[in-house]
């Protein structure tokens, strides 16, 4: 559905589309601040307890390499979750803000 400049501010204008960026923006903080909290805690971990990180595990392993690995999966799975509310929240609330707006 194409739409013309005057409807895309139209759907700009629209409080729906305003309460649905105010959504995305919290979504987005919420994830953003979670994956800091635990980068800067890790790196806090390195600079104040590294003795804590080079704890062995086993004779060739220690604490910072699974924990390393630990966040980058971390980080995957926010991302993952970020994508599955943006293709099933957002992406259908967006197009029926569109719907809405235009056929009105």
Not at 80 to 100: C, M, R, S, T
């Amino acid at each position: 559905m194409p739409t013309s400049p005057d409807s895309s501010q139209k759907i700009i204008d629209s409080p729906e589309f305003k309460k649905l960026v105010s959504k995305r923006w919290l979504v987005s903080l919420v994830l953003t601040i979670t994956m800091l909290v635990v980068y800067i805690g890790f790196l806090l971990v390195v600079a104040f307890r590294r003795e804590s990180l080079a704890a062995k595990i086993s004779s060739n392993l220690t604490w910072a390499i699974p924990i390393g690995l630990g966040i980058i999966l971390f980080a995957w799975i926010l991302t993952g979750i970020y994508v599955f509310w943006a293709n099933n929240h957002y992406d259908e609330a967006v197009q029926d803000l569109k719907n809405k707006v235009l056929n009105a």
